[in-house]
């Protein structure tokens, strides 16, 4: 073993299996720290960031295993070594496991790249993140043992690039226009489940699913398969090819028989990630598990706008997050008494911060939502409802963002500069009316939008005309 390990020392230094791994590492280390925000706090997301990212590291692996396994030909060896007591296949294995171990590296150190912005915030640990990080660091040397077979087997140059665009196409491009073809029709359950069988993944796993390990087994089998071919042909010479074959053969045909029946099989709600956790003290707000790291974050403002809102008759009195409903594009409504939003740093974040103003307006929306058709009252409603928004935040313009806000200066408006001079007008008037007027106003306001009224908007967006 001691001689062996020795081998494979010499074959990582001699061989260029470094730069190959470094050539995966870098790019990859320098994606993840450049697409936080789709794995921040949370691990499953950060393990299936990595695994989209094979669709640039599967590619060059695939090459530089092509361009390692033509180094007899490429030094001339080939005769030379042919001649010596050593079959092809101890010769190769020092080779095939450094590629193995580095490629591997290369994988967990992009993973590792992500820890910090998870670690210590997140709370809760998928169990699917390891099997997924698991066949995604296998799929990496199924391709360095296929490529290390094909560069053994063809050593021309040119072989690298037809073999960089074919895997990149095969498990990539052409899964990728397929699963585009299906955009808008019921996604899910359309796409072919086949499409699981490849390791690069083009898509986001929703944070209330997971990866059925079904899923994870079918891709491990298949690329277990393809592994033990790629090592085989690279260590056989032209009699030993086809039952080389054969792991690949049986790898791929036990993934078939563990394939899904839909696409959506791959799959399965994660009713834990989904689990409610709540602020501790003041008016109740609740987040789901998988975004408790948010919770300190958002409960201050989400407080304030009950708060303010108490005033009103049978106002609201937590706010909790829910699931979105695919149809109205809203927070699903889960109980009475209850302010519904969807996940606060998807909807409410972007690179410049957290708007603490928009996720209030957000719950202004949600809590003055009609139990009718909008359009019946839609005579300055979305315009009345940003007015309140502001009030229940304390802001004097729609300009005005939260004092804690991250998000700078700059406001999402879907106003134009009209209405923006309407609404401001409305919001200093209202600002100055007896604090008792404001909330009669205000409530006069909650019940006739309620209740549907089309005068619901009138009295307060009057205070702007005058």
Known sequence: MNHLNRIIGIETRRSGVVPVALLVAVPMVALILTTVSSFEGRWLPLAVTVRTMLQLALPLVVGGGAWLGMREHRHHLGELLASSPRSRARRIRPLAISLAGLVTVAYLTAFAAGLPRVLGRAVYVPMATLPVTAVGALSLVAAGWLGLAAGRAVPRLILIPVLVVLSAGLTGIVPSLVQDSYFGVDQRDSVPAALWLTPVWTFTVPDFDTVTGRTSLLQAIALLGLAVTGL??????????????????????????????????????????????????????????????????????????????????????????????????????????????????????????????????????????????????????????????????????????????????????????????????????????????????????????????????????????A
């Open 232 to 465: 085989l042909l690279a260590s056989v010479g032209r009699r030993g090819i086809a039952p080389a074959l054969v792991p690949a053969a049986a790898g791929l045909a036990g993934a078939a028989l563990l394939l899904p029946a839909s696409g959506s099989a791959a799959l399965a709600d994660d009713a834990r990630a989904f689990a409610p956790r709540c602020s501790d003290a003041g008016p109740q707000i609740c987040v789901s598990t998988v975004h408790a790291y948010q919770l300190d974050e958002i409960t201050a403002p989400a407080q304030q706008v009950l708060t303010r809102l108490a005033v009103v008759p049978g106002a609201p009195t937590r706010a909790a997050e829910s699931r979105m409903d695919d149809r109205s594009g809203r927070p699903v409504t889960d109980r009475a008494g209850t302010i519904s939003f969807t996940d606060p740093y998807a909807t409410y974040r972007s690179d410049e911060g957290f708007s603490v103003r928009a996720f209030q307006q957000g719950l202004a929306d949600q809590a003055f939502l009609p139990d009718c058709d909008v359009s019946v009252i839609k005579d300055d409603y979305d315009l009345g409802v940003a007015v309140i928004g502001a009030w229940l935040a304390g802001s004097g313009s729609l300009l005005e963002p939260h004092p804690d806000d991250n998000f700078g200066d700059r406001v999402v408006l879907i106003w134009d500069t009209d209405e923006i001079d309407r609404g401001d007008r409305a919001i200093q008037a209202l600002r100055t009316l007896p604090g008792a007027r404001q909330t009669d106003l205000v409530r006069q306001v909650w019940t006739l939008t309620r209740t549907c009224r089309p005068e619901a908007m009138t009295a307060l967006m009057a205070l702007g005309k």
